[in-house]
């Protein structure tokens, strides 16, 4: 049975040393490795070894009781939770390590969240307990009280030991039919355990474990523990479907892209189809195990692996008999310009931003004509300074970033319809839209309601395509535009003279001009927050929040401890950790967690201070282009409709 396992934490709660035990234990590698010795085996990027964490997931293999397993280690700091998320699509199971002496902390909960997200069945191992000021029993009631309290702590091996009377009667809570069987003292230990197990497969309860990864406690029966409660289902025999998941490039400029088979099986020079049904040939497949891999001529499913031969896959696609792509929730809030030194080529530099950008999506890198500039999009600070010894050490490039920014985005109140006509000499397209507001973080959706008799398929094609092609800005900041909903009305082509990107222009036409007439919000990213401090800073905490614009829910008081929880905008909350700290002499915490956009608090500050011309923007035009007597003219967006040719619905 193979089997993919993750292993997650908030940084410093031990995940890599756990994962070097578990491979120790297992045979699949002969010495544990250490963080701070920088030998560990899953860290073994050079920028990983210098700084003690993990910044990029990888995969090791080990073999275990006939069960073969993929454990992948993922990075515990919050500026590279991307890389984190991307791995938990692909986790049959989830191993969540806690401090037992921190506790749950900040980024736990979010690591807790997007296990949901992906109905991860997960296990929780509580690491560290031959610490000083180590407290069990505080940290599993903490656990049912932030994460679940569907929590099940386990001292024993489930499968050569008798089932606690505890375990019986936890199981038997969440089972109607063994609730009667338990009354009737029906302990058959095969069906309890089986269904402990499904239950566990559907993340209806959590079961939790206890050590010390450092000092070797408690590994070896976890390990014995999942093996028994663990299974998965894969069927090898129908059509591949497959999901990418990761996107490395070799020093020669050779793609490598990651994958985890979900069905069938896939053979070197197999055809793997995309959702667009283009088709691109696998020219190898490699099984990697740290940073070594081995060649195989065929992978099945239930396997992680990686080929070459494809160009168009992107993170996060489906491939073959799978249909959806995965919409990623940890979004990056903040924007950094790239400075170089001038002398390097512009389109060398941009080059080598946009094969970072395929390994990482979320940077979203932008080159900007107007100012000449490229921007990335980042989680952190330590991001930053990472990418910064990334670009040396991969390009032998120096680079600095600028002063970080916040990523604002635009939409509209209200439902408006747009008109957009490209009529050059010899060119032709004209577009209808409606521009409807959706609730927030949406994103952009898209509807056709154009007549058959009006534009052909292909051309209707075209500008959902062109809607979707670009992030398109909006008319106050310049900001993307989103939680929209565009409907196609109607249009028109000219059977001689529309040309390929004829529809493009006409449809960011259309939708500015539909802008230039919709009333504009300015939203920004905001912070869901959690603050827990000494009781004597409750009022200095609450003034806080109001000063920095965030709102509350009512405190909760626990002995001399008070608990605040709400939410407010990144701008004014991403600095308040170090107040917190500050003030509390180091005994207050807080965790922020990305929680969307929403209308931003000081929109004509924003703008002000942002300095868009709409007029300016060389992108983006909200006038039309028609033509009379073979001489193109210029009508500007507020007569645009007097003068469209197609009837205005």
């Known amino acids: 049975m193979k089997k993919t396992i993750g292993i997650l934490a908030h940084v410093d709660a031990g995940k890599t040393t756990f994962s070097e035990q578990v491979l120790y234990h297992t045979k699949s590698i002969r010495n544990r490795g250490r963080v701070d010795h920088k030998n560990s085996f899953l860290d073994s990027h050079n920028i990983e070894k210098e700084r003690g964490i993990t910044v990029f997931s990888d995969q090791a293999i080990f073999e275990f009781n006939d069960n073969s397993y993929y454990l992948v280690d993922t990075p515990g700091h919050i500026d590279f939770s991307t890389e984190m998320e991307r791995a938990i699509g692909i986790m049959d199971y989830a191993i969540v390590i806690i401090s037992a002496v921190e506790g749950v902390q900040g980024h736990t909960e979010t690591v807790w969240q997007l296990l949901k997200k992906y109905k991860v069945p997960t296990f929780i191992f509580i690491n560290k307990l031959d610490r000083v000021n180590a407290d069990k029993d505080k940290v599993i009631n903490e656990i049912k009280r932030v994460l679940s309290k569907d929590l099940f702590y386990i001292d024993g091996d489930i499968k050569r030991e008798e089932l606690t009377q505890d375990l019986i009667e936890f199981i038997s809570e969440y089972d109607e ?12 230990k095969e069906t309890w355990v089986n269904t402990f197990k499904n239950l566990i497969k559907e993340s209806k309860v959590f079961p939790c474990f206890g050590g010390s990864a450092l000092q070797d406690e408690g590994i070896r029966e976890f390990l014995e523990n999942l093996d028994e409660l663990t299974y998965t289902e894969y069927d090898e025999k129908t059509e591949f479907a497959g999901r990418v998941y990761k996107i490395r490039h070799e020093a020669n400029g050779n793609r490598i892209t990651f994958i985890k088979a979900i069905e069938g099986t896939l053979k070197v020079r197999d055809e793997v189809i995309y959702r667009d049904n283009t088709k691109e040939k696998i020219s190898s497949i490699r099984i990697y195990n740290g940073n070594k891999f081995k060649t195989v001529d065929e992978v099945k499913a239930g396997d992680i692996f990686a080929v070459t031969g494809l160009s168009k896959a992107k993170i996060g696609d489906g491939l073959g008999n799978l249909a959806e792509n995965i919409k990623y929730n940890m979004i990056p809030t903040l924007m950094s310009k790239v400075i170089f030194d001038p002398s390097n080529n512009i389109k060398e530099v941009l080059g080598y931003f946009k094969l970072l950008d395929a390994e990482d999506p979320a940077l979203n890198v932008v080159w900007n004509e107007q100012l000449q500039e490229i921007h990335v999009h980042i989680m952190g600070k330590i991001q930053l300074e990472i990418l910064k010894e990334v670009v040396k050490e991969r390009f032998n490039l120096d680079i600095e970033f600028g002063t970080c920014k916040i990523l604002y985005k635009e939409t509209i109140n209200n439902e408006v319809k747009g008109y957009g006509h490209f009529e050059p000499l010899k060119h032709y397209a004209e577009v209808h839209l409606k521009l409807e507001p959706l ?16 534009l052909s398929t292909g051309h209707m094609n075209l500008v959902r395509t062109h809607i979707f092609e670009r992030d398109h800005h909006g008319v106050l900041t310049g900001s993307p535009l989103t939680d929209i909903k565009v409907t196609l009305l109607t249009g028109r082509a000219h059977n001689k003279h529309t040309e390929g990107g004829d529809f493009r222009e006409a449809t960011f036409r259309a939708l500015r001009q539909g802008l230039e007439k919709a009333e504009n919000i300015l939203l920004e990213p905001y912070y869901k927050f959690k603050i827990d401090v000494e009781l004597d800073y409750m009022g ?8 920095l614009s965030g709102s509350f829910n009512p405190p909760e008081i626990n002995e001399n401890r008070v608990t605040i929880t709400g939410r407010g905008p990144v701008k004014t909350l991403m600095d308040y950790s170090a107040e917190v700290i500050a003030f509390s002499k180091g005994k207050g915490s807080i965790n922020l967690v990305f929680d969307g956009y929403d209308e931003c608090h000081n929109t004509e500050e924003i703008i002000e201070e942002i300095g868009y011309r709409r007029d300016a923007d060389i992108e983006y035009s909200s006038s039309s282009i028609f033509c009379y007597k073979g001489q193109g003219y210029v009508v500007p967006w507020d007569k645009v409709e007097e003068e469209m040719h197609c009837e205005i619905i």
């Open 439 to 454: 609730s927030r973080n949406s994103g952009i959706d898209f509807e056709n309601k154009c007549h058959a008799d009006h």
């Open 540 to 547: 200095r905490v609450l003034s806080d929040i109001q000063r």
């Open 177 to 188: 039919h063994l609730l009667e069987r338990y009354f009737e003292a029906d302990y058959d």
